[in-house]
């Protein structure tokens, strides 16, 4: 019955499952559930000896404790899960995800007229297939309709299924710049933006997004212009910091990026035309860099093809492409703290296996070593959304949001294509150890 494989789907019925298992073999009914991974290799996130023949303990939703099968003995009420053979890493957390997101050609025409409603129960699809994929906490730079902060409440509260949710509502927009379609609120000057930052924080954004300029996602103006003044990029970041919410800003220019950095910014996203001066001045500064390296590269080209992306969009994509990957490299060397994003759904199909998997392997071909870039999609993330007190990496007190994988990641990243189980707060959402 432990090797019962799961189809996409089959989630509740599983839920119900581990649910009516662990309340079988534990009469003490107030007592929170518990389940042992047992026998797996436990992947050490700070390069030492990874902990093998290992007992990882799950009481209710976080881990009880970890240690090997010597130091730990599965209480009789424990549901064991058989994971000899198998690596243990945190769940994977992806920092640039829009569940909401259309993109042009085919999707958009199909799209075309999406009501809120539908569009919420599109993202709450979307969240529970993230998930499915391995990763158990997206930040959400923008969205629209707060589709994003309603979904993120819901799965909080347990009436809705997905992802831990870190999110920016809806992006903070000027005028004529990125992401400025029709619909949105223009937000022109200091205290317009100010209101705005104030407007979104108060819906329930622990992030604030801004374009500071230009991108691929809007026929029209170049990438690499600095968009946004010096004063409103400032006036957003106070606002939001006052707050206690960070910011995230959309940069292709390095002139841009400059002044976001001086002003405090959090985060830049995807960075296509830095150099190797803004990029240090961000390694200073312990500015996070979210690459969403997938969005130029080639591997994902099919994926965009696939979509009926028009060519517009396609030349957009390839005339970033080189800078893009030049710049990862550079930030690479430069120590630069990142995160791992993608800018597409954190599970959308790309050269064989999901978007975040093919983004940190980029991350290897752009310079880091394996285990580099699975700290960029677990410790890092966590660090940069400030909870890693709570999630990125498997220790006792933290979540229980576990990956199992049939390799060990830390020696070659693509072991992620092989995610084998997925357990967030202590409930198994995929289980495919039987298939193996
Ligand atoms: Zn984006």
Redesign the pocket.
């Known amino acids: 019955m432990r090797n019962l494989m799961v189809k996409a789907g089959a989630l509740t019925r599983l839920m119900v499952f581990v649910s009516i298992v662990a309340a079988t073999v534990s009469p003490a009914q107030a007592a929170p559930e518990r389940v042992a991974l047992v026998g797996g290799t436990v992947v050490n996130l700070d390069g030492g000896p990874a902990l093998t023949d290992a007992v990882v303990l799950v009481r209710g939703d976080r881990i009880e404790a970890v240690g090997t099968r010597d130091e730990i003995v599965v209480p009789p009420d424990a549901y064991p899960i058989d994971v000899d053979g198998k690596w243990l890493i945190p769940g994977l957390m992806n920092m ?1 995800v ?1 569940l909401g997101l259309i993109l042009p050609g085919k999707m958009a025409t199909e799209l075309a007229g999406e009501t809120e409603g539908e569009l919420t129960l599109r993202m709450a699809d979307n969240a529970i297939r993230t998930l499915e994929a391995g990763v158990t906490t997206i930040r959400l ?2 969205d629209t309709a707060h589709g994003d902060l309603a979904l993120k409440k819901a799965i909080a509260r347990g009436i809705a299924h997905g992802p831990r949710i870190f999110s920016g509502g809806e992006a903070v927009v000027v005028t004529g710049g990125h992401g400025s379609e029709s619909g949105v609120i223009f937000n022109d000057g200091p205290y317009e933006l100010i209101k705005a930052t104030r407007r979104e924080i108060s819906a329930g954004a622990d992030w604030v997004k801004i374009f500071i300029s230009g991108g691929i996602a809007t026929d029209g103006g170049d990438i690499s212009q600095p968009l946004m003044m010096p004063e409103e990029i400032h006036a957003v970041v106070d606002a939001a910091h006052r707050f206690g919410a960070r910011v995230a800003a ?1 940069s292709g220019s390095p002139q841009a990026t400059e002044v976001a950095v001086d002003a405090g910014v959090d985060s830049i ?1 995807h960075g296509y035309f830095l150099d190797r001066k803004v990029l240090r001045k961000m390694a200073r500064a312990g500015t996070w860099l979210v690459p ?1 390296i997938v969005v130029s590269q080639p591997a994902t080209e099919p994926f965009f093809r696939e979509l009926g992306s028009p060519q517009w969009y396609l030349d957009r994509r390839d005339s970033v492409g080189k800078d893009h990957w030049q710049a990862l490299q550079t930030a690479i060397a430069e120590d630069v703290n990142i995160g791992l994003g993608t ?1 597409q759904m954190a599970f959308e199909p790309n050269d064989g296996t999901s978007a975040t998997v093919r983004e940190a392997q980029y991350y290897v071909e752009a310079g880091m070593t394996p285990l580099e870039a699975l700290r960029s999609a677990t410790t890092e993330p966590a660090r940069m959304l400030g909870a890693e007190a709570d999630l990125g990496s498997l220790e006792e007190g933290k979540f229980a949001d576990i990956v199992v994988v049939d390799g060990d990641p830390a020696e070659d990243i693509s072991a992620l294509r092989d995610i084998l189980l997925v357990m967030k707060g202590g409930h198994v959402y995929r289980n495919d150890l039987g298939a193996r």
Request: proline letters at 12%; a negative charge; aromatic letters at 0%.
């Open positions: 640039h829009h730079p923008g959309h996203e969403t800018d």
